[in-house]
């Protein structure tokens, strides 16, 4: 696994004059994947899985890396934002892949283009605000940190300035992926991996964290879409091994999604998923089902 560049970036500007930033991967002619990335992660996010046959469209979600964050916070206008999107490119249908805290923001698009999205898929994919607070994890610590973070997010800019300045930022990536070691394939480079997701990190957080504050806001709140809006075959992509996001959050999905298929994954953990599953993820879109 190397990491493929973008081939082109596209800048678009929406109805209210904010500014929608996407990489697009991959070849013209293979089948167009809206991919959604995670917490603190970036359009760069792609790469760590390599070169697949698709046609990857990866924008900056809300408030990370080069995207303008939204004014009002709405999971169901996010949808919209992705339909102004595919329309700037001249991309009738698509499918939408979305990772971790990225699962929501699929979940929405899916819901929102309705006949426009083939399939849909969830890897490790954060469930609604009562799972986050019931289902262990880290991932629970979102509605705390939601409730009782104010002073946690205003000293959060500082914090990353001096933690890139001093290259500490490594060794935090090299913690989240510690624990997972030992169930990432063998011809898997975790070095190159680590760069991989340090460059995402980076470009994410490059302008603050309006991004992850837009994370905690949607994630924790009443969600203005539902699974029963989808309509599209859907994979449900899960690590039993997940301390993250635990199985709980693929079970919540898969009981509410209209054509769901749920597959739990012996043996991998929240970002050894993402990694070891990327040629299987590829199959379910080009086989659309």
Known sequence: MTGSDPVREHRIRLADGRRLVCAEYGRPEDPPTLYLHGFLGSRLEPRIAGNLPLRILAPDRPGYGASDPMPV?????????????????????????????GGPYALAAAAVLSNRVRCLTLVAAVANKKTLKRGGGAARLLPLARRHGRLALGLAPLILRNLRRHGLDVWVVRLMLARERAY?????????????????LREGTRRGIAGAAADLENLTRKWDVHPHQVRCPALVLHGDRDRVVPVAHALWYA???????????????????????????????????
């Open 184 to 200: 990432f394939r063998p011809e898997i480079d975790t070095h190159r991996l680590e760069e991989l997701i340090l460059m995402s």
């Open 255 to 289: 009981q509410r999604l209209h054509d769901a298929r749920l597959e739990i994954v012996r043996d991998a953990g929240h970002i050894s998923l993402a990694v070891n599953e990327a040629i299987r993820i590829a199959e379910f879109i080009v086989r659309g089902a």
């Open 73 to 101: 916070h709405s999971l169901a206008r996010f949808g919209e934002d992705m339909g102004v999107l595919l329309d700037a490119l001249g991309i009738a249908e698509v499918a939408v892949v979305g990772v971790s805290a």
